[in-house]
């Protein structure tokens, strides 16, 4: 590009459009390529372009560290360019922890008045390491603060009768209430000041928070009271320590959370999952994700069973129901009429293939007690991970019009949408005649999608 020449479009652009422009670039990163891929290569191809990113220091306000050294080097160059902007640092460093600590701390302490956004992905390998971060940490002056994501491993050998290592970090003293948060590996340290009373998005997912009976994790929620979003997930945990009846759960506080619109519950152990859906209010929630069940033991079975919870979240339109992959339960006919009775006024529906059969049996069976199943439902979409087949594809289709059916006959209004999979490898006797059941309980042919799917 001639920058000389009077009639190059880019030169009559004004500056602030051209900054945007360049921003859009920014924008559109994920987290396997810097931010900065594709800005880069287009200021290299004018003087004029070069020099306007240069002079726009909110281009120059995300600073990424990982293990490579060129990281290091290129950070200095965005510190030097972003002015007095607040900053957005990501940290991940997994490899020699121990040679780069002191010079990762020596900058979170020079830019930490100006940190808007803190994300760090770190691995400690002893315990020096760990608690000199920490200490560092909790005494940053972090006054700009809002958004904190943390995902922390400690790679250190406990022997034979020591402490087993704990994962509580503490957060800043000197920070103002945050926006959003995410522990992944890392219980908190419960702060002094309510850093937390403003917090909107709350995602945690390590078993450090599982400890029965979940003090850490309550004391967590209730301070965090102007939650919109919330996420739990166990990782893995195993079903449930102890044998507890519905009534013989232990008194916790009630979690009032005004504001919560999504829910999400993924691979908590079951009395946790009781302990929450019946101490929780929520008058706004409109959005939950749920786990099938595990192969669950007899000891456990009152989370579906015999619980009996007064008022139901009549609010949650949408119900997304997810699957791990283990034996079919005995109990999933309990979790089916769980859900129906929890959220009766649900209208968008999506439940895993592979999981999907004994909760639609169920509801197609008990239409009466599954509250006219959902009436107000509008969308039903069965989810097919790598559009791989499940089983037989044509016993989920039969469930499904069986389900449909059911409706029908307590004269609920047709389904607005409808997608499922076809498996051409399937075994199939009667595939038209259940293409056109299920057409007619559409609200138009095209109300119907079909994905197929394979073995």
């Known amino acids: 590009m001639d920058d000389n020449n009077p009639n190059t479009s880019i030169l009559t652009i004004p500056h602030e459009v051209t900054v945007n422009i360049l921003e859009y670039l920014l924008a559109d990163h994920t987290p396997s390529k810097s931010p900065y891929a594709d800005l880069l290569p287009v200021t290299q191809t004018s003087t004029h372009l070069r020099q306007t990113a240069l002079s726009a220091p909110l281009l120059w306000t995300i600073i990424e560290i990982n293990d490579k050294p060129a990281s290091f080097n290129f950070a200095k160059i965005c510190?030097?360019?972003?002015?007095?902007?607040?900053?957005?640092?990501?940290?991940?460093?997994?490899?020699?922890?121990?040679?780069?600590?002191?010079?990762?701390?020596?900058?979170?302490?020079?830019?930490?008045?100006?940190?808007?956004?803190?994300?760090?992905?770190?691995?400690?390998t002893g315990p020096g390491q760990w608690d000199l971060w920490w200490d560092s940490l909790k005494v940053l002056d972090c006054r700009a603060l809002e958004d904190l994501n943390f995902e922390v491993w400690r790679r250190e050998t406990v022997t034979a009768g020591t402490t087993a290592l704990s994962n509580a970090i503490p957060l800043p003293t000197q920070t103002s209430p945050l926006r959003s948060l995410s522990l992944v590996h890392a219980s908190l340290q419960l702060p002094n000041s309510p850093v937390l009373s403003n917090l909107a998005v709350l995602t945690l997912s390590?078993?450090?928070?599982?400890?029965?009976?979940?003090?850490?994790?309550?004391?967590?929620?209730?301070?965090?009271?102007?939650?919109?979003?919330?996420?739990?997930?166990?990782?893995?945990?195993?079903?449930?320590?102890?044998?507890?009846?519905?009534?013989?759960?232990?008194?916790?506080p009630r979690l009032e959370h005004p504001k919560l619109r999504q829910l999400t519950l993924i691979g908590v152990e079951n009395n946790m999952l009781a302990q929450i859906l019946t101490n929780l209010t929520a008058p706004s929630l409109e959005a939950v994700s749920m786990e099938t069940p595990k192969q669950l033991k007899n000891d456990v079975r009152f989370?579906?069973?015999?619980?009996?919870?007064?008022?139901?979240?009549?609010?949650?339109?949408?119900?997304?129901?997810?699957?791990?992959?283990?034996?079919?339960?005995?109990?999933?006919?309990?979790?089916?009429?769980?859900?129906?009775?929890?959220?009766?006024?649900?209208?968008?529906?999506?439940?895993?293939?592979?999981?999907?059969?004994?909760?639609?049996?169920?509801?197609?069976?008990?239409?009466?007690?599954?509250?006219n199943p959902w009436r107000d439902l509008r969308s039903v979409v069965l989810n097919y991970p790598d559009n791989l087949c499940v089983g037989s594809s044509q016993d989920v289709l039969r469930e499904t019009l069986?389900?449909?059916?059911?409706?029908?006959?307590?004269?609920?209004?047709?389904?607005?949408?409808?997608?499922?999979?076809?498996?051409?490898?399937?075994?199939?006797?009667?595939?038209?005649?259940?293409?056109?059941?299920?057409?007619?309980?559409?609200?138009?042919?095209?109300d119907l999608e079909l994905i197929q799917v394979s073995h």
């Open 79 to 124: 510190l030097s360019r972003s002015g007095n902007h607040k900053l957005h640092i990501s940290i991940r460093v997994l490899k020699k922890m121990e040679a780069k600590i002191n010079g990762l701390l020596a900058l979170l302490q020079y830019v930490a008045p100006r940190i808007r956004s803190l994300s760090m992905k770190l691995s400690f």
């Open 206 to 252: 390590s078993v450090s928070f599982w400890g029965w009976p979940y003090t850490n994790l309550f004391e967590v929620l209730r301070s965090s009271t102007a939650l919109e979003e919330l996420e739990l997930r166990g990782l893995g945990l195993e079903v449930c320590q102890g044998h507890y009846s519905a009534g013989e759960l232990p008194s916790v």
């Open 303 to 371: 989370v579906w069973n015999d619980l009996q919870r007064v008022a139901p979240f009549s609010t949650v339109r949408y119900l997304f129901v997810t699957d791990r992959p283990t034996p079919v339960s005995p109990f999933q006919e309990q979790f089916a009429l769980f859900l129906a009775k929890l959220f009766p006024g649900v209208e968008e529906l999506e439940l895993p293939a592979s999981g999907c059969r004994a909760l639609l049996m169920t509801w197609a069976e008990h239409v009466h007690i599954a509250v």
């Open 402 to 446: 069986r389900f449909l059916e059911a409706r029908r006959r307590l004269d609920c209004p047709p389904l607005e949408w409808l997608r499922l999979g076809v498996c051409s490898g399937c075994v199939w006797t009667a595939k038209e005649t259940l293409l056109g059941g299920l057409q007619k309980l559409v609200r138009s042919k095209d």
